[in-house]
């Protein structure tokens, strides 16, 4: 069993932060890719940031400058750190993380549960 924990979403004003945790924990053999999702209401889940096991990171062009994607390999985990918050930033945001359990199997994909984050006046 793999589980992915999120925490740090909230309610925040625009211009604030927020910097959200991802903790992988269970059978894990190495981790590759991991990266933040995020879904608003009505809208497709989309890729907010990435960051592959060699550190190479990539953004949505809507938070690029804003929003920075960090991960700890030794602990299994990965960050976001959201930075002049907008608006538009509401959604529930997911953590989804691509590993391998065990060595020689092939490559798994998972998701968190996800964490709101509301971003209001």
């Known amino acids: 069993q793999v589980q992915l924990v999120e925490s740090g979403g909230g309610l925040v004003q625009p211009g604030g932060s927020l910097r959200l945790s991802c903790a992988a924990s269970g059978s894990i053999f190495s981790i590759d890719a991991m990266g933040w999702y995020r879904q608003a209401p009505g809208k497709q889940r989309e890729l907010v940031a990435g960051?592959?096991?060699?550190?190479?990171?990539t953004y949505a062009d809507s938070v690029k400058g804003r929003f920075a994607i960090s991960r700890d390999n030794a602990k299994k985990m990965v960050y976001l750190q959201m930075n002049s918050l907008k608006l538009e930033d509401t959604a529930v945001y997911y953590c989804n993380v691509d590993l391998w359990r065990t060595l020689g199997e092939t490559i798994s994909h998972y998701w968190g549960q996800g964490t709101p984050v509301t971003v209001s006046s």
């Open positions: 960051i592959s096991n060699g550190g190479t990171t």
